[in-house]
């Protein structure tokens, strides 16, 4: 590697800094020593910056973390009613002896069609998602 001939100015107190580096590290010159110096600042400063970086991956995983055991939360909780319902009608078809259904798609069945409970009950979750996504806005804007 070569080497820059330069001519830097320093206050007394650094130059005894260096030439107390010197001694200690038997270097043969204060170039060395200023050498060493700036090798140990910039090594210290990629630990910090390293560390800082694994100190923020930590704290965005713990907010993650949090984040995603409510969702799981409220998905398990989702499921549990959805499987309760399930349960629930096909009891009720099988105690009214219901052999064939009438899809929304018509896809299984060549007839399509919505009841008005339906609808109501698709249009009540539609308020419901809205008045929860509303509420949450408002909630991280406080």
Do not use: W
Not at 75 to 100: R, W
Not at 127 to 133: A, D, G, Q, T, W
């Amino acid at each position: 590697m070569t080497k820059l001939r330069k001519g830097y100015c320093v206050n007394n107190e650094v130059h005894e800094y260096l030439m107390k580096i010197k001694k200690e590290n038997n270097l043969s010159s204060v170039s060395l020593a200023l050498e060493m110096v700036v090798k140990e600042h910039e090594k210290r400063s990629r630990i910090k910056t390293e560390d800082t970086a694994k100190l923020m991956a930590k704290e965005i995983g713990k907010v993650l973390r949090d984040d995603i055991s409510k969702f799981k939360l409220s998905a398990s909780e989702t499921d549990k009613n959805v499987q309760i319902l399930i349960e629930m009608i096909n009891g009720h078809l099988i105690k009214e002896g219901i052999g064939k259904i009438v899809t929304t798609t018509g896809l299984t069945t060549e007839i399509s069609m919505e009841s008005p409970a339906l609808k109501i009950a698709k249009e009540e979750v539609k308020k419901r998602l809205y008045r929860n996504k509303i509420m949450k806005e408002n909630k991280i804007n406080e």
